[in-house]
């Protein structure tokens, strides 16, 4: 799996992801990819500074599960979750 955030160069993000209950934090320039690997995932990336519009893309192997754009707001949560044999993911920008 993993998140590629996309926006105006040098801009400072944060990416905090929890996977298979191991949460871990990460903070680099756009653009930037976080890479990790297991089953469900729930994760959120923030932008540290000004106020430019991002995108991140999400990714399981080389699968665009999402594509979502910040729309104003500093931030985008989304999760990947397997139940039953289904597989379930979203994402949406939020404060």
Do not use: C
């Not at 297991?38 to 959120?44: C, D, I, M, T, V």
């Not at 932008?47 to 991002?54: C, I, M, P, S, V």
């Amino acid at each position: 799996m993993k998140l590629v955030v996309l926006g105006p160069p040098n801009i400072p993000v944060a990416a905090t992801y929890t996977v298979d209950g191991l949460t871990t934090s990460h903070s680099a320039a756009m653009p930037a990819t976080f890479d990790f690997r297991g089953r469900s995932a729930e994760w959120k990336v923030q932008r540290l500074a000004g106020n430019d519009e991002f995108r991140v893309e999400f990714y399981v192997g080389d699968l665009r599960r999402t594509s979502t754009i910040s729309a104003g707001h500093s931030a985008i949560k989304g999760a990947i979750l397997y139940e039953n044999y289904r597989e379930r993911y979203w994402a949406q920008a939020v404060e």
